[in-house]
């Protein structure tokens, strides 16, 4: 590495403060500068930080966006989903290879470009979709690939990641289209950039969290875990300082949800997150970006500097002398572990995205081992709307157990791809009717770690105690082979698991084996049963949660559609190709006499 380059280092580590806990920033601005993380440049960050370099190298293995190695100045990730699948995603990759003279997975010996498949990029609706330099491509068919690749070649672009967003060359269907069609009262109606920070003042912060907890709102990432209460005990934990996490780093395939709420309602988010750094006695929010949605840097950093001038982040803010709060965003690397609250942690002190063991719990300790509330996106702006019109307004939708609305992302066949608000309770027939699926054969709900709903189980209603979802809602129609798509999930998990445990690191990759022999016909009844009981054993003995519902897809599915797995077995029972006495020919010659029969 020349003086030159490690100067440019050092003087990137200085940028942040030569702060151990930013390393995901250092690390992502060399990456973005010199096309990659070599040996050297991890030394110079090392020095830089003063700790050893493997915790360095380490953590920039961990990520499937940073690169150790020189790649090509162009990086083409295809996203490959059912969906992308469904939608055309392997003709637009054959359409690639083509004009590109590659293979996916290899770079062009000018080391122009690399082409490779990535897992899902949060645009369900508008697949096939890629990532080129960070530039989020929607839509794709083969016909744009020629126009994308001479834009490419044209440009010089020397491509990287963000945080520094490209400035390429405008390359055909780099748009992401708005996603909301059909807003329910979370999302209508007037509203300002601080109503609920206004509304919020003119309580004391423990009438917040009351007003939070009469308004029974669960968390709407997934598990649904009671947001005052969590709010409560992160408010009454003891610490130097208090901090406030949006986790932004949806990564479950079909979900795009909190991508739209990012993109045409950041104000709303913002506010919901002020609310709760007013509640909780915090100073510091953090909004966790999965990589993917890099494209959105710009924006959200424009709203936040404004929020700044309006008076509504930073110091003294509405004029309440004391009140100070401000929000960073903080950049993923692609990692679908990283949606697991505790491995965000991990993640946002500059770490490898391993999940914690638990206890302590982040609400006792969490960011820089403070007390810490994390949230989804939509809980944000939930909190937001709850204080600004009060619980029984938020209660009156929903269900006595399941209090709002909930965000859909809904993609697959269906006329009507989308975001959907819709109340606790609606069926998934209903859902159905909505989105121009009546043929629907079969549908995956909260996305591979969920549940595979059956025709005969479309009267379930979606709410917590019945059908619980974090929004991913995936349908496939009658000519989908519902068995290929576990198979693919399975392969999702093979590939996203962080290896920290024998049983999902093992597991995953045995349970896609498994899949494998069943697709292919060459299952027997008991090879079926292992696997069944293998997805038990993964799902009871794994670490975190991603082990614990990486096999759901192959177990809900063999529930919901037994049929099916039986359709697949073998046609005809196990024959040996070799006799039990051609097998034993050498020992009896070797001992001179015949086995001896045994009585029954």
Same mark, same amino acid.
């Given at each position: 590495?020349?003086?030159?380059?490690?100067?440019?280092?050092?003087?990137?580590?200085?940028?942040?403060?030569?702060?151990?806990?930013?390393?995901?920033?250092?690390?992502?601005?060399?990456?973005?500068?010199?096309?990659?993380?070599?040996?050297?440049?991890?030394?110079?960050?090392?020095?830089?930080?003063?700790?050893?370099?493997?915790?360095?190298?380490?953590?920039?293995?961990?990520?499937?966006?940073?690169?150790?190695?020189?790649?090509?100045?162009?990086?083409?990730?295809?996203?490959?989903?059912?969906?992308?699948?469904?939608?055309?995603?392997?003709?637009?990759?054959?359409?690639?290879?083509?004009?590109?003279?590659?293979?996916?997975?290899?770079?062009?010996?000018?080391?122009?470009?690399?082409?490779?498949?990535?897992?899902?990029?949060?645009?369900?609706?508008?697949?096939?979709?890629?990532?080129?330099?960070?530039?989020?491509?929607?839509?794709?068919?083969?016909?744009?690939?020629?126009?994308?690749?001479?834009?490419?070649?044209?440009?010089?672009? %020397? /491509?990287? #990641?963000?945080?520094? $967003?490209?400035? &390429? @060359?405008?390359?055909?269907? +780099?748009?992401? *289209?708005? !996603?909301?069609?059909? %807003? /329910?009262? #979370?999302?209508?109606? $007037?509203?300002? &950039? @601080?109503?609920?920070?206004? +509304?919020?003042? *003119?309580? !004391?912060?423990?009438?917040?969290?009351?007003?939070?907890?009469?308004?029974?709102?669960?968390?709407?990432?997934?598990?649904?875990?009671?947001?005052?209460?969590?709010?409560?005990?992160?408010?009454?934990?003891?610490?130097?300082?208090?901090?406030?996490?949006?986790?932004?780093?949806?990564?479950?395939?079909?979900?795009?949800?909190?991508?739209?709420?990012?993109?045409?309602?950041?104000?709303?988010?913002?506010?919901?997150?002020?609310?709760?750094?007013?509640?909780?006695?915090?100073?510091?929010?953090?909004?966790?970006?999965?990589?993917?949605?890099?494209?959105?840097?710009?924006?959200?950093?424009?709203?936040?500097?404004?929020?700044?001038?309006?008076?509504?982040?930073?110091?003294?803010?509405?004029?309440?002398?004391?009140?100070?709060?401000?929000?960073?965003?903080?950049?993923?690397?692609?990692?679908?572990?990283?949606?697991?609250?505790?491995?965000?942690?991990?993640?946002?002190?500059?770490?490898?995205?391993?999940?914690?063991?638990?206890?302590?719990?982040?609400?006792?300790?969490?960011?820089?081992?403070?007390?810490?509330?994390?949230?989804?996106?939509?809980?944000?702006?939930?909190?937001?709307?709850?204080?600004?019109?009060?619980?029984?307004?938020?209660?009156?939708?929903?269900?006595?157990?399941?209090?709002?609305?909930?965000?859909?992302?809904?993609?697959?066949?269906?006329?009507?791809?989308?975001?959907?608000?819709?109340?606790?309770?609606?069926?998934?027939?209903?859902?159905?009717?909505?989105?121009?699926?009546?043929?629907?054969?079969?549908?995956?709900?909260?996305?591979?770690?969920?549940?595979?709903?059956?025709?005969?189980?479309?009267?379930?209603?979606?709410?917590?105690?019945?059908?619980?979802?974090?929004?991913?809602?995936?349908?496939?129609?009658?000519?989908?082979?519902?068995?290929?798509?576990?198979?693919?999930?399975?392969?999702?998990?093979?590939?996203?698991?962080?290896?920290?445990?024998?049983?999902?690191?093992?597991?995953?990759?045995?349970?896609?084996?498994?899949?494998?022999?069943?697709?292919?016909?060459?299952?027997?009844?008991?090879?079926?049963?292992?696997?069944?009981?293998?997805?038990?054993?993964?799902?009871?003995?794994?670490?975190?949660?991603?082990?614990?519902?990486?096999?759901?897809?192959?177990?809900?599915?063999?529930?919901?559609?037994?049929?099916?797995?039986?359709?697949?077995?073998?046609?005809?029972?196990?024959?040996?190709?070799?006799?039990?006495?051609?097998?034993?020919?050498?020992?009896?010659?070797?001992?001179?006499?015949?086995?001896?029969?045994?009585?029954?």
């Amino acid at each position: 590495m020349s003086s030159n380059s490690t100067a440019t280092i050092e003087s990137i580590v200085q940028e942040f403060g030569a702060d151990r806990s930013r390393l995901m920033d250092i690390v992502l601005a060399v990456q973005h500068r010199f096309g990659h993380v070599g040996g050297d440049a991890i030394q110079a960050i090392a020095a830089g930080l003063g700790i050893h370099a493997v915790e360095i190298e380490d953590m920039v293995s961990f990520y499937a966006f940073f690169d150790l190695e020189q790649r090509g100045r162009n990086r083409i990730r295809l996203s490959k989903t059912p969906i992308s699948i469904m939608k055309g995603a392997k003709e637009v990759a054959r359409a690639f290879e083509g004009a590109l003279g590659i293979s996916l997975g290899q770079t062009s010996a000018d080391g122009a470009f690399t082409l490779e498949w990535t897992s899902d990029i949060g645009m369900a609706d508008q697949e096939p979709a890629a990532l080129i330099n960070g530039m989020i491509v929607t839509a794709l068919t083969p016909g744009d690939v020629p126009q994308i690749v001479d834009a490419l070649r044209q440009s010089g672009q %020397a /491509g990287g #990641l963000p945080p520094y $967003p490209p400035h &390429a @060359a405008a390359l055909p269907k +780099a748009k992401v *289209a708005s !996603s909301l069609v059909h %807003a /329910g009262p #979370l999302l209508t109606g $007037p509203r300002g &950039a @601080a109503d609920g920070i206004t +509304a919020a003042l *003119a309580r !004391s912060p423990e009438k917040v969290i009351e007003e939070i907890t009469s308004a029974k709102l669960r968390g709407r990432g997934g598990a649904g875990f009671p947001t005052g209460m969590k709010w409560r005990l992160t408010r009454k934990a003891v610490g130097q300082e208090h901090y406030v996490v949006c986790n932004a780093d949806e990564g479950e395939p079909g979900t795009f949800k909190d991508r739209m709420l990012l993109s045409d309602f950041p104000d709303l988010v913002f506010d919901g997150m002020t609310v709760a750094g007013y509640a909780l006695g915090a100073r510091h929010g953090l909004v966790y970006l999965r990589g993917e949605y890099a494209y959105l840097w710009e924006k959200l950093q424009e709203v936040l500097s404004n929020r700044r001038r309006l008076g509504l982040l930073g110091d003294g803010i509405c004029g309440r002398d004391g009140f100070d709060f401000d929000i960073r965003l903080q950049l993923g690397a692609g990692a679908y572990i990283c949606g697991e609250e505790s491995a965000l942690l991990e993640s946002l002190e500059g770490k490898r995205g391993a999940p914690r063991d638990r206890p302590p719990f982040p609400t006792e300790r969490g960011y820089l081992k403070q007390p810490t509330a994390i949230d989804n996106v939509e809980t944000y702006i939930c909190a937001a709307r709850i204080v600004e019109k009060g619980a029984a307004w938020f209660t009156s939708f929903g269900t006595r157990e399941s209090t709002g609305t909930k965000l859909m992302s809904v993609s697959g066949d269906c006329a009507r791809p989308g975001v959907y608000e819709l109340p606790f309770g609606t069926t998934v027939n209903e859902l159905l009717d909505l989105v121009g699926a009546a043929d629907a054969a079969y549908v995956q709900m909260s996305g591979p770690s969920g549940q595979a709903v059956a025709p005969k189980d479309f009267g379930r209603r979606i709410a917590y105690e019945d059908l619980s979802t974090g929004g991913s809602t995936m349908i496939f129609g009658p000519r989908r082979d519902v068995l290929d798509i576990a198979l693919q999930f399975a392969d999702f998990f093979v590939d996203e698991s962080c290896g920290w445990c024998t049983p999902c690191r093992v597991g995953t990759t045995l349970l896609k084996q498994g899949m494998e022999k069943i697709v292919a016909g060459r299952a027997t009844l008991s090879d079926i049963a292992a696997t069944e009981a293998l997805a038990d054993t993964v799902s009871r003995m794994s670490r975190c949660g991603l082990g614990q519902t990486a096999p759901n897809p192959i177990l809900t599915t063999m529930r919901s559609f037994p049929e099916l797995y039986e359709a697949r077995l073998a046609p005809d029972a196990f024959t040996p190709l070799v006799t039990l006495h051609d097998a034993l020919r050498d020992a009896v010659l070797v001992q001179g006499r015949e086995p001896v029969p045994q009585e029954a």
